[in-house]
């Protein structure tokens, strides 16, 4: 079972930057997609954001992110990165990091492991 930690979150203006941090304990062997979530502070319901393959570092992006964003992994450390420029109002949310066998497992929402997410305000 892995453990999930998220980090990096904070309050910005529009046009500013933040890096998140995604730390997971636990071997990560066998697990081949890591990828990050958000979803609006009183809500539930999640969005895809960003996700990065554990076998070739393949990248997906959705499009409302894509040139802003960018996911990397260090796998010797264990740590899913998010970087996010140029950051807007409508980036406001909770951001999750999750990890899943596959790929695929991302857009199912059918990842094995979750964090419980980090804030990120950004201010017009």
């Known amino acids: 079972q892995l453990h999930v930690v998220e980090s990096g979150g904070g309050s910005v203006q529009a046009g500013g930057s933040l890096t998140l941090s995604c730390i997971v304990t636990g071997s990560t062997r066998g697990y081949n997609a890591f990828g990050w979530y958000r979803r609006a502070p009183d809500r539930e319901e999640r969005f895809e954001v960003a996700?990065?393959?554990?076998?070739?570092?393949?990248?997906w992006y959705e499009d409302s992110v894509k040139g802003r964003f960018t996911i990397s992994r260090d796998s010797a450390e264990n740590t899913v990165y998010l970087q996010m420029n140029n950051l807007k109002p409508e980036d406001t949310g909770v951001y999750i990091c999750a990890v899943g066998g596959e790929f695929s497992d991302f857009f199912t929402f059918g990842m094995a492991s979750w964090g419980k997410g980090t804030l990120v305000n950004v201010s017009s």
């Open positions: 996700c990065i393959s554990g076998r070739d570092s393949g990248t």
